[in-house]
Nanobody, 116 residues
C-alpha cells in the first residue's frame, strides 16, 4: 500500500500563487508516474500535471506556463507550484501515484479556491 498526504491548498485571489505538496509513504517500489488531478463541481476529474520517474513531464493546456510540477525523489514528494491562478482553477486537487503495473493511489484531496 501507498499512503499519500497532501498539503498546501487554500483560498487565494486571482493572480496569486499556491504550492501543493504530496508526500508518499509505504510500498512505493515500482513507481512509474506522479501527478496532480483536479475536479471542479459538476465536472470530471482531469489530469493537471504529471512527471514520470524518467523525468518526462506533461501539463494540461489550460495550466501550461503557469503551473510547474516537480519532485524530490529522496523525500518521495511531488509538488505543484501554481502561479497566476484564475477562478477557473478552483477545484479539489488530488495527488496521484501510479505504479508500472497501472495501479493507482490517491491522496485525500485539497481544496484550492481562487476568488476575490
Amino acid at each position: 500500500q501507498v499512503q499519500l498526504v497532501e498539503s498546501g491548498g487554500g483560498l487565494v485571489q486571482p493572480g496569486g500563487s499556491l504550492r501543493l505538496s504530496c508526500a508518499a509513504s509505504g510500498s512505493i517500489f515500482g513507481l512509474y508516474r506522479m501527478g496532480w488531478y483536479r475536479q471542479a463541481p459538476g465536472k470530471q476529474r482531469e489530469l493537471v500535471a504529471a512527471v514520470t520517474t524518467s523525468g518526462s513531464i506533461n501539463y494540461v493546456d489550460s495550466v501550461q506556463g503557469r503551473f510547474t510540477i516537480s519532485r524530490d525523489n529522496a523525500q518521495n514528494t511531488v509538488y505543484l507550484q501554481m502561479n497566476s491562478l484564475k477562478p477557473e482553477d478552483t477545484a479539489v486537487y488530488y495527488c496521484n501515484f501510479m505504479k508500472i503495473t497501472g495501479q493507482n493511489y490517491w491522496g485525500q484531496g485539497t481544496q484550492v479556491t481562487v476568488s476575490s
